[in-house]
């Protein structure tokens, strides 16, 4: 599988280099390190990142100026926000900007290893004392459906989307095309959409996903 793609951003030279280092020790991801908010707007349109880090704030663009430009032009940009200040005051327009979590840059490696993990996984990344601010926006299935349906599994709507491609027939890299997401990241949603519905392949995917109600007999192909 190819490597984990990073972008950091941070305007001190020596953090963005110190947590490059931390991260990189994990042979599966690489890291580029840029030092200002326009850096980042340019090369974003030349190369994709599975995972950014943005530095809160930045001189001329903050990290949520940054977020919320990328957002606008691609919403499955997978960002998260690396400081080492309080966010509370900033967590409501942080949240709707787009942002997919946030890491202090007091975080152990082991931390900011699982938090990008994470991410990619689709899952979001939050403080515990703001965690009650969080809307989840989710399907439940139905009890209706039996066994299954009684552990309150739980598929998103991305996660809906894939599944309906998965069902057309269509690869990995049509999917990642389609839905402007990186190949990396689809493959680690199929993995966390097969834990939840407790299979292993594709096709057991699709089966379990008809007999639950996810998909319907017409998204078949």
Known sequence: MSAIRILLVDDHPSVGEGTKTMI???????????????????????????????DLN??????????????????????????????????????????????????????????????????????????????????????EHGERALEEVSINERETEILQEVASGSSNRDIASKLLMSQRTVEYNLTRIFEKLGVRSRSEAIVEAKRLGILSASEFR
């Open 24 to 54: 990189e020790q994990d042979p599966d991801m690489q890291v580029t390190v840029l030092h200002s908010a326009m850096e980042a707007l340019e090369i974003v349109k030349t190369e994709a990142f599975d995972v950014m880090l943005f």
């Open 58 to 143: 930045m001189p001329v663009i903050s990290g949520l100026e940054l977020t919320k430009r990328l957002t606008a032009s691609n919403p499955e940009h997978r960002i998260l926000i690396y400081t080492g200040y309080e966010i509370s005051p900033n967590f409501n327009l942080l949240i709707e900007s787009g942002v997919s979590g946030f890491v202090s840059k007091t975080a152990s490696r082991e931390q900011l290893l699982t938090s990008i993990r994470c991410v990619l996984r689709g899952e979001a990344i939050v403080p515990v004392q703001l965690l009650r601010q969080l809307r989840r926006r989710d399907i439940r299935l139905p009890q």
